[in-house]
């Protein structure tokens, strides 16, 4: 299914939230302390926390929206137009945009941070270009902050949380802690010596990072080995490895979706009720998309019927894979070293609905989370991530006389690369929150002045 890029951005828009700081005038003491708090939080949410271990000349950056910048803190690129001001994202949607030249990165190595799965260790295994990790995402009409983990590590602390998804989340974690390594590395305090379930914990800031591999979101169990790939989906029913835990967190980052491309057998009330690509006699093809929406429905369900979970919920939508000239098993492959323009490529077919359908189930999620005060943000890599063709490992993940059975990874991202930006979104949504919780505050205090 096609779309154009109109009926894309109308898509796009349509579900995204903005903040909209108002003005109180107010002669009330009461008011202007919060006020004052308020203002407190705006200094510290677009100043940058100082740490002695970083050169802050590449992180002392505010969202500009005034496009005519006389002075661009990147050498050598006057579209940049990052200036040191007090103005925040929240005028402007930072999810869409254009990746542009970026000289100063990447803010870390494969040889300076350990966190970097070897899949996604491109310059281990031999990648012979580098300017991939050379690229920063400017959203149309601002500009996006660099990454700044003393800022992050700050804003924080004592706080704790989780991605909960497949490798592509955990490829965003360990995007996160080489990022944060310039700051701190974390101590392993992971309660099993499973893989797929670790915890990380930052002593100085007393923060906790989480992973819960949950790649259908829901339980999951894998049929006969003969029956290669063949998955029972129990799509009632919820994967507590990680829903038995999640309250524990103050942010949970859910995502998901590459998985349900593989065949897969739907239960429900315990029964069959149909699957995708399952090749079973007697047994409806129901297709992928029911499964996803399905899973992630219930996914969502379940956070919002945590009684104890007071956290912020982000839901990170799919990021495209870029497999040319074949599928991923027959012998499709990504070779760009550059990425599109917005207007050379289009978000469609498999992608666009996966996506339509996150769009769809976070708004139903957000608008029953509201009833309980429950807060739901869509982090939305799409269309960003829809531009990054040359990002991926291809067949960089590995050594090529290696005996191995392994497809060109068109899938994951490279480390140091384009997934660094997903942490910059997820920066600038914190900061964002706390500048939504103290406009709520000073909402609230304006009730309880008109009741006395």
């Known amino acids: 299914m096609k779309h154009n890029q109109a009926n894309n951005d109308h898509h796009h828009h349509q579900f995204l939230y903005r903040i ?8 009330s ?4 302390v919060l006020l004052a708090v308020l203002i407190f939080l705006v200094i510290l949410t677009t100043v940058p926390i100082y740490h002695p271990s970083i050169n802050y000349s590449s992180f002392f950056f505010t969202t500009s929206t005034d496009n005519s910048s006389s002075s661009s803190l990147v050498p050598g690129d006057d579209d940049w137009d990052i200036k040191i001001q007090s103005s925040s994202t929240h005028k402007c949607d930072i999810f869409s945009g254009e990746w542009v030249p970026n000289p100063e990165a990447p803010y870390y190595t494969n040889e300076t941070c350990w966190a970097i799965h070897e899949h996604q260790n491109c310059m281990k295994y031999g990648r012979p270009d580098s300017e991939f990790m050379k690229w920063k995402w400017k959203p149309d009409g601002c500009s996006l902050p660099v990454f700044n983990p003393a800022q992050f590590l700050e804003l924080v602390r004592d706080k704790s949380l989780a991605f909960v998804g497949d490798s592509v989340a955990r490829n965003q974690m360990q995007s996160l802690i080489c990022l944060l390594s310039r700051v701190e590395y974390p101590y392993d305090v992971s309660y099993t010596s499973n893989e797929q379930y670790k915890r990380w914990k930052y002593t100085t800031y007393n923060f906790t990072l989480a992973t819960f591999w949950t790649p259908h979101l829901v339980k999951a169990q894998k049929t006969d080995p003969t029956k290669s790939g063949l998955f029972n989906l129990y799509m009632d029913e919820l994967d ?11 942010y949970i980052i859910l995502s998901g979706g590459q998985w349900f491309f593989t065949p897969m057998v739907f239960y429900e009330n315990h029964k069959i009720v149909g699957c995708h690509y399952c090749q079973l006699q007697n047994v409806t093809n129901l297709g992928m998309y ?5 899973a992630l ?3 969502l369900k379940a956070i919002n019927g945590l009684k104890n979970y007071k956290g912020v919920t982000y839901l990170r939508t799919f990021a495209p894979a870029h497999f040319e000239g074949g599928l991923w098993n027959e012998g ?15 978000l469609e077919g498999p992608s666009m609905e996966l996506y339509m359908i996150q769009v769809e189930e976070f708004r139903n999620a957000e608008r029953e989370g ?8 869509l982090l939305d890599t799409t269309q960003a991530m829809l531009l990054r063709p040359d990002g991926h490992p291809s067949r960089f993940g590995h050594w090529p006389n290696e005996n191995v059975t392994l497809y060109n990874d068109c899938v994951h991202w490279c480390l140091p690369g384009p997934i660094d930006t997903w942490n910059d979104f997820l920066l600038e949504m914190i900061k964002t929150e706390r500048l939504r919780s103290a406009e709520e505050s000073l909402r609230f205090s304006d009730r309880k002045l008109l009741v006395k």
């Open 370 to 377: 509201r009833k309980r005060g429950l807060k739901f943000r």
């Open 290 to 294: 029911y499964g996803y929406r399905r």
């Open 29 to 32: 003491t009461k008011r202007v």
């Open 240 to 250: 507590e490895a990680w829903t038995t835990q999640a309250e524990e967190f103050d």
């Open 20 to 27: 909209i700081i108002k003005n109180y005038k107010s002669s």
């Open 297 to 299: 429905r219930t996914a």
């Open 332 to 346: 499709g492959n990504c070779v760009r070293t550059v990425p599109f323009k917005s207007n050379e490529t289009l």
